[in-house]
């Protein structure tokens, strides 16, 4: 497994503005995962953020609204931005330690919970 | 498109007894299924896992069952105890995507 810190752990932002959410992990990994949760349901994968790649959004994200950097193989930033009170969500980085031939686990942090008002 | 369901928002269990979580999905290409425990103001937390080729995988109190016929894997739970008090994800996974349900929120009343 690994161990996964993100900060802030919660915030309160005002619309318009953005905030960067940072993902640190105690290991090296290759393919780490940025996910949303919103009230009530699952949990959504935002971007694919793999080290010496372009980040890989799926449908209904974009980078100038979601931007990522993975400057190396622990850590990674999620930025929301321009944000509106429907970015309130639980935001959630994970990792995937041991990719295996068939499946393989992920590992998440703890969130960030983001309320904007 | 919701490719995987949990149907049963949440479930009461008495302690010592067992807890039966369901799954359902759609996509006949997955080939790893997995369930996540998480509470409050934490992240989800692996807990079991299965592949496609097996149709049981057990973990000390923890057993998962996989149907390919039906679609459906199962998640027991026994004896419960309070502290699996949660809210229980399964997940379903192919190559690089992977896809969650809803969640299934498990009280086991002392």
């Known amino acids: 497994s690994a161990v996964i810190s993100q900060k802030p752990s919660r915030d309160i932002c005002q619309r318009g503005t953005s905030l960067t959410i940072q993902c640190q992990v105690d290991?090296?990994?290759?393919?780490m995962f940025w996910y949303r949760q919103q009230p009530g349901q699952s949990l959504t994968l935002i971007a694919t953020?793999?080290?010496?790649?372009?980040?890989?959004?799926e449908s209904g994200f974009v980078i100038d609204k979601f931007p990522i950097s993975r400057p190396n193989l622990t850590f990674s930033t999620l930025t929301v931005s321009n944000m509106s009170p429907e970015d309130s969500s639980i935001y959630l980085c994970s990792v995937a330690p041991d990719p295996r031939g068939q499946g393989y686990e992920q590992y998440f942090g703890p969130g960030t919970r983001l309320t904007v008002t | 498109d919701q490719q995987v369901k949990q149907n049963s928002p949440s479930l009461s269990v008495q302690e010592g007894r067992i807890s039966i979580l369901n799954c359902d999905y759609t996509n006949s290409m997955f080939d790893y299924f997995l369930w996540y425990k998480k509470y409050p103001a934490e992240g989800p937390t692996f807990l079991i896992s299965i592949s496609s080729i097996k149709d049981k995988n057990e973990d000390g109190r923890f057993t998962v069952f996989l149907n390919k016929s039906a679609k459906h894997l199962s998640l027991h739970i026994v004896p419960s105890q309070p502290g699996d008090s949660a809210v229980y994800f399964c997940a379903a996974n192919t190559g690089n995507q992977f896809y969650f349900g809803t969640g299934t929120s498990l009280t086991v009343i002392p």
């Open positions: 290991s090296q990994v290759t393919m």
């Open positions: 953020a793999n080290q010496g790649s372009e980040a890989t959004y």
